[in-house]
């Protein structure tokens, strides 16, 4: 097993910008000695400056010693030349994502730095390999990408091109973790963990509005107050700005040559065109300014409560689908009668509710539209999957178009009545949340199946680099591998594209049996 680095050690940053500086002040903080080198040597000064300011604040609010923050201060130096910071142990590169640009610099920095210095790169979309490619040494050479803000973001995927040695990036590793960092492995492929996993969260988004799902802010208090996510897509996308998250989609996707999995939003690519790029502009899928009204959500109107309620299962009976949606009505009050599913049209179907002749079913991909005719069964409602039954605050629901106005009416009261938000979401196949989430565990399974990481770094990587509020494959587990199979399997057919493909790996699973953990 791989050691860290010793306390006391010397770390070179090179790049003294927001990253540079932010793993500067982590490094120095957990005991090493760190040098901080930039072209301009006035930007190097002003970053200690900074950090110094950043470690007196941390001490007023008690959350670091007076005494820690001095001797953290004392080990920050500044380095006017490259040749300084030969006899560091790491050298960790942050600066301009340019290949050509960080090759230079390692070329530059074998000329410095002993054999058994390792060297590290910031990088958050460049190729690992392609960077070592031209080095004498490329086996020490290691990704080493932090999340910004530095100081906040716990994780660092730890990425290994082709050449890096096992020692070196286990090595940097156990380093990471004496950080106070969560660490995790990554094979050097397009957008490692963090960037590649992620695009579904965007892109589903994106169709979604594309398809008049509902308006972004809908969309947005969905995938927040029923999915759990901190933000909602279209205000990330904001927040990140339309420019750079639609170019690093563009990245993946043409390093992945063309995968459709992966494809760019036009729409996205207009709000690029016109300007609209987020909160740096003013204006993205929402105004910015002092004068800007936030949107609201869609809310459907208040509508009374049913008398009863009923779940098609076998009295006695417990179903992953259904009972945490159970447990939330009887706490509200109602008593939910058990009975066995009725025979003949919809005998095929998964347990659902039944409330005032309207059936209720959590979506599996499929229209409300279409699982009514399937049926034979008109009064057809869906509802959208929730990470935490108990704790949500809302619920999406979608109804068929033959489904009466009386029977979701019935439907929507009971919700309302169990304490929920409810909104509406156009009949659109695998509705907001469920449909996400399903297409976030398919592109984490595709990379635990293609050996870029295990099933724990994924999960890891997604909830500490992006606060998910569950790993994706957590969440497969959670809903069920064979539900999450069964709603890509529905997407694909509905929209006869690759786009949807499911993942070997999700197939192999359902065929043995077999969860991600545990």
Same mark, same amino acid.
């Given at each position: 097993m791989a050691t860290a680095l010793e306390k006391g050690s010397v770390v070179a940053v090179i790049g003294s910008g927001a990253m540079g500086a932010g793993i500067a002040q982590v490094v120095a903080a957990a005991?090493? +000695?760190?040098? !901080? =080198?930039?072209?301009?040597?006035?930007?190097?000064?002003?970053?200690?400056?900074d950090i110094g300011k950043v470690y007196a604040k941390l001490v007023e609010k008690g959350r670091m010693g007076g005494a820690d923050a001095q001797a953290a201060n004392a080990r920050l130096h500044c380095v006017?030349?490259?040749? +300084? $910071?030969?006899?560091?142990?790491?050298?960790? +590169?942050?600066?301009? +994502?340019? /290949?050509? $640009?960080?090759?230079?610099?390692?070329?530059?920095l074998e000329n410095v730095v002993s054999d058994d210095c390792i060297l590290a790169t910031n990088t958050s979309s460049i190729s690992v390999t392609a960077i070592g490619a031209k080095l004498r040494r490329p086996e020490r050479l290691v990704g080493m990408h932090f999340f910004n803000p530095v100081p906040?973001?716990?994780? %660092?995927? $730890?990425? #290994?091109? !082709?050449?890096?040695?096992?020692v070196v990036a286990g090595t %940097?590793?156990?380093?990471?973790?004496?950080w106070g960092k969560n660490p995790v492995h990554a094979k050097s492929t397009p957008g490692f963990i963090v960037n590649r996993v992620a695009r579904?969260?965007?892109?589903?988004?994106?169709? !979604? !509005? #594309?398809?008049?799902?509902?308006?972004?802010?809908?969309?947005?208090?969905?995938?927040?107050?029923?999915?759990? =996510?901190?933000?909602?897509? =279209?205000?990330?996308?904001?927040?990140?700005g339309h420019d750079v998250n639609f170019s690093v989609t563009q990245s993946v996707f043409n390093a992945y040559f063309g995968d459709p999995r992966f494809m760019p939003s036009v729409l996205q690519q207009e709000m690029v065109n016109a300007g609209f790029l987020g909160r740096k502009s003013g204006r993205g899928f929402y105004q910015y300014g002092d004068e800007a009204v936030k949107a609201a959500a869609s809310l459907e109107a208040p509508q009374p409560k049913p008398e009863a309620v009923g779940v098609s299962i076998e009295p006695g009976v417990k179903n992953a689908v259904t009972e945490p949606v159970e447990?939330?009505?009887?706490?509200?009050?109602?008593?939910?009668?058990?009975?066995?599913? /009725?025979?003949?049209?919809?005998?095929?179907?998964?347990?659902? =509710?039944?409330?005032?002749?309207?059936?209720?079913?959590?979506?599996?991909?499929?229209?409300?539209?279409?699982?009514?005719?399937?049926?034979n069964h008109p009064d057809t409602v869906l509802y959208d999957l929730q990470c935490d039954p108990a704790g949500a605050t809302r619920i999406a629901l979608a109804r068929s178009d033959q489904c009466s106005d009386a029977a979701y009416g019935a439907v929507v009261g009971l919700f309302?009545?169990?304490?929920?938000?409810?909104?509406?979401?156009?009949?659109?196949?695998?509705?907001?949340?469920m449909r996400t989430v399903a297409m976030l565990a398919n592109e984490a399974a595709d990379a %635990?199946?293609?050996?870029?990481?295990s099933a724990a770094a994924v999960d890891i990587a997604m909830q500490k680099g992006v606060n998910y509020p569950r790993g994706p494959l957590a969440w497969a587990d959670s809903v069920g591998i064979a539900h999450v199979v069964t709603v890509l399997s529905n997407l694909a057919a509905t929209y006869g594209e690759e786009r949807y493909r499911v993942s070997p790996l999700l197939r192999r699973k359902l065929a043995n049996g077999t969860r991600f953990h545990g």
């Open positions: 005991g090493y +000695e760190v040098k !901080l =080198f930039d072209t301009r040597p006035e930007a190097v000064q002003k970053a200690i400056l006017a030349d490259l040749h +300084e $910071v030969a006899g560091c142990a790491l050298v960790i +590169e942050a600066i301009v +994502e340019n /290949l050509d $640009v960080k090759r230079m610099l390692f070329a530059d906040l973001m716990a994780l %660092v995927e $730890v990425i #290994s091109g !082709l050449a890096t040695s096992p %940097v590793f156990a380093t990471a973790a004496a579904p969260f965007y892109a589903e988004a994106l169709r !979604l !509005l #594309s398809e008049q799902a509902a308006d972004p802010a809908t969309l947005d208090a969905v995938l927040r107050d029923a999915g759990g =996510f901190r933000m909602g897509p =279209f205000e990330l996308m904001d927040l990140i447990q939330r009505l009887r706490a509200a009050g109602f008593s939910v009668a058990h009975r066995k599913p /009725l025979p003949g049209a919809g005998q095929h179907e998964a347990p659902g =509710f039944h409330c005032n002749g309207a059936a209720v079913f959590l979506t599996d991909g499929r229209t409300a539209t279409e699982r009514a005719n399937a049926n309302q009545a169990a304490g929920l938000h409810v909104t509406r979401l156009d009949d659109v196949p695998g509705m907001a949340v %635990v199946n293609q050996g870029v990481c």
